[in-house]
Antibody, heavy 124, light 113 residues
């Protein structure tokens, strides 16, 4: 069965760039029918959708984060990645990578598989 | 953005009793062309990622116990746990996927009374 695993630094300094990678195992990221997504959850708070990428490289970002966020895919490694620039304390959160289904019109649907999450703290 | 609200913020229910969680969207998430509600429910236990319970507002994900059920349409939705078990202690989130940005409700914490 498909599993997702996040990796990356747990501590990032303010104004620097947060970089995370999600490795997909048990299935191919290029198989189609899925959007590969990033969601974050500040400590003790709710879930915030960051954006997604299709294996072809097409992306969709949350507008309020779009200027600072880049999601990319490396199909040869079966991985997708997240970069958030100019981070502040407000970016401190557990970051989840996840797989979402999409329908025949390309609509992002629900998330059926989540990674375990990785905590990223922004602090000097 | 579609704003999702949930009520109550938390509730405590006796084992074997019913738990009811409400979710409201700021605009309808019913897509008229296919008559489907673009609404999902997730369960998140401490230290774990969310787990998909319900999609299309009322379709149970494979492997989810049938004591979990979803109902509602348009802007008002309900997740019901018919007979609360100890393992159901968790935070429950609703999510709309009618339009991007995808948005989640703030969560409802369910505890044992």
């Amino acid at each position: 069965q498909v599993q997702l695993q996040e990796s990356g630094p747990g501590l990032v300094k303010p104004s620097e760039t947060l970089s995370l990678t999600c490795t997909v195992s048990g299935g191919s990221i290029s198989s189609g029918s899925y959007y590969w997504s990033w969601i974050r959850q500040p400590p003790g708070k709710g879930l915030e959708w960051i954006g997604y990428i299709y294996y072809s490289g097409s992306t969709n970002y949350k507008p309020s984060l779009k200027s600072r966020v880049t999601i990319s895919v490396d199909t040869s490694k079966n991985q997708f990645s997240l970069k958030v620039t100019s981070v502040t304390a407000a970016d401190t959160a557990v970051y989840y990578c996840a797989r979402a289904l999409y329908d025949s019109s390309g609509y992002f649907l629900f998330i059926d598989i989540w990674g375990q999450g990785t905590m990223v703290s922004v602090s000097s | 953005d579609i704003v999702m609200t949930q009520s109550p913020d938390s509730l405590a229910v006796s084992l074997g009793e019913r738990a009811t969680i409400n979710c409201k969207s700021s605009q309808s998430v019913l897509y008229s062309s296919n008559n489907k509600n673009y609404l999902a429910w997730y369960q998140q236990k401490p230290g774990q990622p969310p787990k998909l319970l319900i999609y299309w507002a009322s379709t149970r994900e494979s492997g989810v116990p049938d004591r979990f059920s979803g109902s509602g349409s348009g802007t008002d939705f309900t997740l019901t746990i018919s007979t609360l078990q100890a393992e159901d202690v968790a935070v429950y989130f609703c999510q709309q996927y009618y339009s991007t940005p995808i948005t989640f409700g703030p969560g409802t914490k369910v505890d044992i009374k």
